[in-house]
């Protein structure tokens, strides 16, 4: 009886940490795409100056902001979207970069905290394509 109880016991912290882990891994890559997706948008869209487009992109899959919940949990703050203009140097030079930030995964296992926050969970670069 005891021989199973210290089994089972290990047994046990054993299927969490692989829920914990399958979930954190789940969880990253859906962010992952919804970023490239953004960036996808971004990317061939004129720059709005603020960066919500994209940011509503990868919030609600649409340019504008939706009336539902959003993506994951995400608000406009964990969402980092920075434009750089082209140098004079090369005028083809102008890039757009998403990131997750701050971002709060969130835990099964009891005896783990609740949660942990990734300060940069997902970051996204690419050239600007958008031309007038």
Do not use: C
Request: charged residues 15%; hydrophobic residues 50%.
């Amino acid at each position: 009886m005891l021989e199973s109880a210290l089994v089972l016991i290990v047994f046990l912290m054993v299927l969490f940490a692989i829920m914990d882990f399958s979930q954190v891994l789940f969880t990253h890559q859906m962010l992952v795409e919804r970023t490239r997706s953004g960036l996808r948008w971004g990317m061939i869209h004129a720059w709005d100056g603020t960066g919500d487009g994209v940011a509503n992109m990868i919030r609600y899959n649409q340019s504008t902001a939706g009336s539902g919940t959003a993506f994951m949990g995400l608000t406009r703050a964990n969402i980092s979207v920075i434009y750089s203009p082209p140098t004079a140097a090369d005028p083809n030079d102008a890039r757009l970069k998403v990131a997750i930030v701050d971002y709060r995964y969130r835990f099964v296992t009891p005896f783990l905290a609740n949660s942990f926050t990734n300060n940069r969970a997902v970051i996204q670069s690419a050239p600007y394509l958008f031309r007038n």
